[in-house]
T-cell receptor, first 109, second 115 residues
Framework: GQNIDQPTEMTATEGAIVQINCTYQTSGFNGLFWYQQHAGEAPTFLSYNVLDGLEEKGRFSSFLSRSKGYSYLLLKELQMKDSASYLCAVRDSNYQLIWGAGTKLIIKP | KAGVTQTPRYLIKTRGQQVTLSCSPISGHRSVSWYQQTPGQGLQFLFEYFSETQRNKGNFPGRFSGRQFSNSRSEMNVSTLELGDSALYLC??????????????FGPGTRLTVL
C-alpha cells in the first residue's frame, strides 16, 4: 500500500528553527507538496519538490531525496503565526495525491 | 483572480438525510478534487473530476458521489447520512497537467454536522 509518515506533533520556540520530516512509500513519484493548515482553515500551498535537493522560499525551505523516499520542511526564525499543521503529500504514478496525516506544530514564546 | 469557493460553509443535517455540496474552482482550472477531513484522520481523498469525468476515486462507499459541469463547477452528494459523515469537506482545484501546474488550491470547506 501507499503510505506517508510524519510526526504527529512538534513543539518549538519562537525565533528558533524546526525541521518537519516526511517519509513516503508510493506507487511511483510525480512530485511532493507541503501545505500549511491553520486550525479551522483550508490548507494553503507552501512548496513543491520534484527533483532532489533544497528549494528555498523565504523563511521556509523544503528538501527532497527521492532515493530515500524522504523530504523535510525547514522553518526558520519561527513566529507565533507559524503554529499550524503541516501536511506532506506525494503525487503517485496515477497523478493522485497521497496525503500524510499532518504534523501539528506548536510555537512557544 | 478569485479563489476556490464552496457553498454552503456550514450545514447541519440529521441521519438518513442527503446533502449536496458545491464547489467553484479558480477560473481556468479544469480539475476538481474532493476531500474529507476529520480530526486525527488527515485528508481523505474522495474523488477527482476533470472535464466532467471522474478521473480518480478514493475508498468511500457509494453513498458519496459527485459530478462536474461543463463550466468546471462541481458538486458532491452524500446520501443516507451517518453520524460518521460529520467532517470538513474540502474542494481543491488545479490546472491539471504535470509539475507545478498541478498544484491544488483549496476552498474554505464545508463543515457538515450530522445529528
Amino acid at each position: 500500500g501507499q503510505n506517508i509518515d510524519q510526526p504527529t506533533e512538534m513543539t518549538a520556540t519562537e525565533g528558533a528553527i524546526v525541521q518537519i520530516n516526511c517519509t513516503y512509500q508510493t506507487s511511483g513519484f510525480n512530485g511532493l507538496f507541503w501545505y500549511q493548515q491553520h486550525a479551522g482553515e483550508a490548507p494553503t500551498f507552501l512548496s513543491y519538490n520534484v527533483l532532489d535537493g533544497l528549494e528555498e522560499k523565504g523563511r521556509f525551505s523544503s528538501f527532497l531525496s527521492r532515493s530515500k523516499g524522504y523530504s523535510y520542511l525547514l522553518l526558520k526564525e519561527l513566529q507565533m503565526k507559524d503554529s499550524a499543521s503541516y501536511l506532506c503529500a506525494v503525487r503517485d504514478s496515477n497523478y493522485q495525491l497521497i496525503w500524510g496525516a499532518g504534523t501539528k506544530l506548536i510555537i512557544k514564546p | 483572480k478569485a479563489g476556490v469557493t464552496q457553498t454552503p460553509r456550514y450545514l447541519i443535517k440529521t441521519r438518513g438525510q442527503q446533502v449536496t455540496l458545491s464547489c467553484s474552482p479558480i477560473s481556468g482550472h479544469r480539475s476538481v478534487s474532493w476531500y474529507q477531513q476529520t480530526p486525527g484522520q488527515g485528508l481523505q481523498f474522495l474523488f477527482e473530476y476533470f472535464s466532467e469525468t471522474q478521473r480518480n476515486k478514493g475508498n468511500f462507499p457509494g453513498r458519496f458521489s459527485g459530478r462536474q459541469f461543463s463550466n468546471s463547477r462541481s458538486e458532491m452528494n452524500v446520501s443516507t447520512l451517518e453520524l460518521g459523515d460529520s467532517a470538513l469537506y474540502l474542494c481543491a482545484s488545479s490546472l491539471t497537467g504535470t509539475g507545478r501546474t498541478n498544484t491544488q488550491y483549496f476552498g474554505p470547506g464545508t463543515r457538515l454536522t450530522v445529528l
